[in-house]
């Protein structure tokens, strides 16, 4: 299936093998009533002399920087009876919508189904390598509706279906991306999206959620906070956001956990873009207010932020008197109990180094693009996890090279590292391998457990993970379960999370060798236990 712009140029931005199956479905009752969006309805439900100290407090602020607050408009529309009428429900929305910033040269593509439609808004002019990450990610939030949106219709038919006047209901979804150039080398990437079901013959927003990426300019690798901003970043931006949540909204709006969820934590303000004016935080439904209520998005002027922004972007901080551990993954790419590691780095600002096997290079090519973009490191774990040692110096040579290629080809860069299936080595391993090889310091046998609880003891029961390289695998699903308790509990712990050759780099001193074995700090009494 193809995007279509209103002009009727075809766009292959996504194919879709989806909604295919649409031949004798019967005709959409049609409703002649126009789209009625509801104004947006006044937030402030506050007594009129508070209200004037709010917009007094709101003026000044204004005057020091520029400072904006997006609320999510409660659209509410009819069915749509055709492609002409969904496309003009689509374009209203699209401008309405203000949770993305502003940003010009967007357009909107739509992919029409009589049951199910999407939109999608974004700008043809963005950069080649992000247009490519953007355009999977797009992929797929579209597919995950369209698998949900199936599947709750044949749960109806199940139950309806023999009634004379079933027909499916409607699902919409709009996707709303944009990039932001920041001037500072950084460069941002939003996607926002509004998902929407027919009830009673009208079309009811059922959820949203917004993702940021920031990436270098160049290499579209996922800078660290620490590269763009000064360490009271979060703090800064925190303590404007709160405040102004609290002036602008009533109490009864906020979620329960709504104040737990402006904590200063990476985990609260992981979701924003730079640009020239300042920065914009988003938070989920849910997160900050009620449930329903929408994402919420705030702008935080440049002037706010001050000397918080840094001036250009410096190279991946570590602060070296701080611990640090490497995570690390073997057997991938792998599919979806990867993408959950994947997810959970990506929610902490960690990184791990992940040990991929060149014949799943190919199968598994998002998930190795994902994780590069993320700045994790990528490692060689052999072609197809031969026993390295029971090998000769040609066939060696033929496992480490076949992968490097396979990986070059999709991230345009070869392995750094890497570990040899089973830790089986030797002399002539490291030689004819002619890389840093890595093994472990924790093992969590993850792979004979396959329970996340001893997965997650094995780690946490360790005395001091300072320097430590801890062995996963990135296909089981209790690894990714471990991954999502064990990340938070480092991170609170204090320690930072960085790839092997950050963490051999900032132990030793030097860089990873070729040739040589790396292993982690290994403690004596532990060395002895294990
Ligand atoms: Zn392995």
């Known amino acids: 299936m193809k995007y279509r712009t209103k002009e009727g140029e075809d766009r292959e931005i996504q194919q879709n093998p989806a909604a295919v199956e649409e031949a004798e479905r019967p005709q959409v009752i049609q409703v002649e009533e126009e789209l009625t969006p509801k104004e947006e309805t006044p937030k402030k439900k506050k007594k009129k002399g508070v209200l004037n100290i709010v917009l007094a407090i709101l003026a000044i602020l204004l005057a020091v920087a520029s400072v904006s607050v997006y609320l999510a408009p409660q659209l509410l529309f009819k069915v749509y009876s055709d492609e002409e009428e969904f496309q003009d429900h689509a374009d209203q929305r699209f401008r309405q919508l203000h949770i993305l910033p502003e940003k010009?040269?967007?357009?909107?593509?739509?992919?029409?189904?009589?049951?199910?439609?999407?939109?999608?808004?974004?700008?043809?002019?963005?950069?080649?390598?992000?247009?490519?990450?953007?355009?999977?990610?797009?992929?797929?939030?579209?597919?995950?509706?369209?698998?949900?949106?199936?599947?709750?219709?044949?749960?109806?038919?199940?139950?309806?279906?023999?009634?004379?006047?079933?027909?499916?209901?409607?699902?919409?979804?709009?996707?709303?991306?944009?990039?932001?150039?920041?001037?500072?080398?950084?460069?941002?990437?939003?996607?926002?999206?509004?998902?929407?079901?027919?009830?009673?013959?009208?079309?009811?927003?059922v959820a949203s959620d917004v993702d940021t990426w920031l990436f270098d300019g160049e290499e579209l690798k996922k800078l660290n906070p620490a590269q763009v901003f000064m360490p009271d970043y979060k703090e800064k931006a925190s303590g404007y956001i709160k405040k102004y949540l609290q002036e602008n909204y009533s109490e009864d709006q906020f979620s329960p956990e709504g104040e737990k969820s402006l904590e200063v934590a990476t985990e609260n303000y992981n979701k924003y873009i730079l640009d020239d004016e300042g920065m914009t935080f988003f938070f989920?439904?849910?997160?900050?207010?009620?449930?329903?209520?929408?994402?919420?998005?705030?702008?935080?002027?440049?002037?706010?932020?001050?000397?918080?922004?840094?001036?250009?972007?410096?190279?991946?901080?570590?602060?070296?008197?701080?611990?640090?551990?490497?995570?690390?993954?073997?057997?991938?790419?792998?599919?979806?109990?990867?993408?959950?590691?994947?997810?959970?780095?990506?929610?902490?600002?960690?990184?791990?180094?992940?040990?991929?096997?060149?014949?799943?290079?190919?199968?598994?090519?998002?998930?190795l693009?994902?994780?590069?973009?993320?700045?994790?490191?990528?490692?060689?774990?052999?072609?197809?996890?031969?026993?390295?040692?029971?090998?000769?110096?040609?066939?060696?040579?033929?496992?480490?090279?076949?992968?490097?290629?396979?990986?070059?080809?999709?991230?345009?860069?070869?392995?750094?590292?890497?570990?040899?299936?089973?830790?089986?080595?030797?002399?002539?391993?490291?030689?004819?391998?002619?890389?840093?090889?890595?093994?472990?310091?924790?093992?969590?046998?993850?792979?004979?457990?396959r329970d996340a609880k001893k997965i997650y003891k094995k780690v946490v029961k360790t005395k001091n993970l300072d320097g430590k390289i801890i062995l996963m695998h990135s296909l089981y699903d209790e690894s990714a379960e471990a991954t999502e308790k064990l990340v938070p509990w480092l991170e609170k712990k204090g320690y930072q999370m960085v790839t092997v050759s950050e963490l051999i780099k900032y132990k030793s001193g030097e860089a990873p060798k070729a040739g040589e074995s790396y292993r982690g700090e290994v403690d004596e009494e532990e060395a002895e236990t294990e």
């Open 369 to 449: 693009k994902l994780a590069y973009s993320l700045g994790c490191e990528i490692g060689n774990h052999s072609w197809d996890h031969a026993n390295l040692a029971s090998l000769d110096e040609d066939q060696i040579k033929s496992q480490i090279t076949k992968t490097n290629k396979a990986v070059d080809k999709v991230i345009g860069r070869k392995p750094t590292v890497f570990r040899p299936p089973y830790g089986s080595t030797s002399d002539k391993v490291r030689e004819s391998a002619n890389m840093p090889e890595i093994l472990w310091t924790v093992d969590t046998l993850d792979w004979s457990s």
């Open 104 to 205: 010009g040269s967007r357009v909107v593509t739509y992919d029409y189904g009589e049951d199910i439609a999407v939109a999608l808004r974004f700008d043809p002019s963005d950069d080649e390598k992000l247009a490519v990450f953007r355009d999977q990610r797009i992929r797929e939030a579209e597919e995950d509706f369209r698998t949900r949106a199936r599947d709750e219709e044949k749960a109806r038919k199940a139950k309806e279906g023999k009634k004379l006047l079933y027909r499916p209901l409607q699902h919409v979804l709009f996707i709303d991306t944009a990039v932001y150039e920041s001037g500072t080398g950084a460069r941002s990437l939003a996607i926002y999206t509004e998902e929407y079901a027919e009830k009673d013959r009208e079309m009811v927003k």
């Open 284 to 367: 989920n439904d849910g997160e900050v207010l009620k449930e329903g209520e929408g994402v919420v998005s705030v702008d935080v002027g440049r002037k706010l932020m001050g000397e918080s922004i840094r001036d250009s972007v410096v190279e991946r901080f570590i602060d070296p008197n701080k611990p640090m551990v490497a995570l690390t993954y073997d057997d991938g790419p792998g599919g979806d109990a990867e993408r959950k590691i994947l997810k959970c780095l990506k929610k902490y600002d960690a990184v791990a180094t992940f040990f991929y096997l060149g014949n799943r290079v190919k199968g598994g090519s998002d998930n």
